[in-house]
């Protein structure tokens, strides 16, 4: 468990009225949201999972992305906790007919919903929709630019595993290029005092990390030694422009984590993904399946009770909350 942690009282534990980025986040307001996270993993272990916190509230997840994990889990987020929630499918929307986004959120919000949930392929999206609604609104992913819940439950599997994130040498490995994932954590785990390491192919590298507190690798064996967590990125090949890597069979031989690569991290090291995984091309299934140290499955339970925070905390001030309002 987490260090204990003197919290602001009411709002000003949590006092913003979207979730749009992890940038800017105080320590103490991500270690809040963890903290509320916990009392929904233990709802979730229970056979039954009924919490009525947001009885009469609409939540509707706009998805303009494909989304396996994110989508189900702040389906069932919002369902478990009493919501009337729907899905928006950008595929059968009136975004296929031209419509511009800013007339999507325009119509999103004439149905009066409570919490909108928004992925989008562009980076800055959700804060545009977000400008235009009056309900509160959580980033599911916007481009390469953030993936706030994704770092959230990241840092919730981390912290159950490990205890306090402060301290630890994390590694993430990957087209970190290309992930909102890799951005999100490093500024989570940054703020909470990670040492975090960033290990791609040169081409994979974003100049931006200059201007962030990470070390950077480009031998993954030499980012490996004495890490406490190593977390596997996908290569995105459907945000790269062009080749970046010569061959999924190279990018695995320099790249990819291999039962004997992990022996290079300290004897205890965490292997994680956030999914979906290319086994064999970033990551070998017997390091994937290992029950020992991989949480691949455990970040996905964790997935369900973070969201299912982050909806109660932003719904607050609108449900009257005393504290919140
Ligand atoms: C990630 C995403 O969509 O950014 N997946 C996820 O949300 N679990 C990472 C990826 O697509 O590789």
């Given at each position: 468990?987490?260090?204990?942690?003197?919290?602001?009282?009411?709002?000003?534990?949590?006092?913003?009225?979207?979730?749009?980025?992890?940038?800017?986040?105080?320590?103490?307001?991500?270690?809040?949201?963890?903290?509320?996270?916990?009392?929904?993993?233990?709802?979730?272990?229970?056979?039954?999972?009924?919490?009525?916190?947001?009885?009469?509230?609409?939540?509707?997840?706009?998805?303009?992305?494909?989304?396996?994990?994110?989508?189900?889990?702040?389906?069932?987020?919002?369902?478990?906790?009493?919501?009337?929630?729907?899905?928006?499918?950008?595929?059968?929307?009136?975004?296929?007919?031209?419509?511009?986004?800013?007339?999507?959120?325009?119509?999103?919000?004439?149905?009066?919903?409570?919490?909108?949930?928004?992925?989008?392929?562009?980076?800055?999206?959700?804060?545009?929709?977000?400008?235009?609604?009056?309900?509160?609104?959580?980033?599911?992913?916007?481009?390469?630019?953030?993936?706030?819940?994704?770092?959230?439950?990241?840092?919730?599997?981390?912290?159950?595993?490990?205890?306090?994130?402060?301290?630890?040498?994390?590694?993430?490995?990957?087209?970190?290029?290309h992930s909102r994932v890799a951005r999100s954590n490093i500024y989570c785990l940054t703020t909470l005092g990670a040492k975090v390491r960033v290990c791609a192919p040169a081409p994979l590298l974003p100049v931006a990390l200059d201007r962030m507190s990470v070390e950077v690798f480009t031998d993954f064996d030499r980012a490996l030694a004495g890490s406490d967590v190593v977390m596997m990125l996908r290569l995105q090949s459907e945000r790269m422009n062009g080749d970046f890597i010569p061959s999924p069979r190279e990018y695995h031989h320099l790249y990819g984590l291999t039962k004997e690569r992990l022996q290079l991290a300290d004897a205890d090291a965490l292997v994680m993904h956030p999914g979906p995984m290319n086994r064999g091309v970033e990551i070998d299934s017997d390091v994937a399946d290992d029950v020992d140290r991989s949480t691949i499955t455990e970040q996905v339970e964790m997935g369900v009770a973070v969201r299912m925070a982050c909806l109660d905390i932003l719904t607050r001030r609108s449900r009257g909350v005393e504290g919140w309002a």
């Open positions: 468990m987490a260090t204990s942690h003197q919290f602001p009282a009411g709002s000003d534990a949590f006092p913003h009225n979207h979730l749009l980025g992890i940038a800017g986040l105080q320590p103490w307001e991500i270690l809040f949201l963890l903290k509320e996270a916990e009392q929904w993993v233990d709802l979730n272990r229970k056979s039954s999972k009924h919490a009525n916190r947001l009885d009469g509230l609409t939540v509707i997840n706009a998805f303009f992305e494909n989304s396996t994990r994110t989508l189900l889990s702040f389906e069932i987020a919002g369902k478990r906790m009493g919501a009337d929630v729907v899905n928006m499918h950008a595929a059968q929307s009136s975004i296929k007919k031209g419509e511009t986004l800013i007339d999507t959120a325009v119509t999103l919000n004439a149905m009066k919903a409570d919490a909108i949930v928004i992925r989008h392929g562009s980076s800055g999206a959700v804060q545009l929709i977000a400008d235009k609604v009056d309900c509160p609104v959580l980033n599911a992913g916007d481009g390469r630019h953030e993936h706030p819940t994704q770092a959230l439950l990241d840092a919730l599997t981390i912290q159950r595993r490990k205890g306090d994130i402060s301290g630890l040498t994390i590694t993430i490995c990957g087209d970190v290029m």
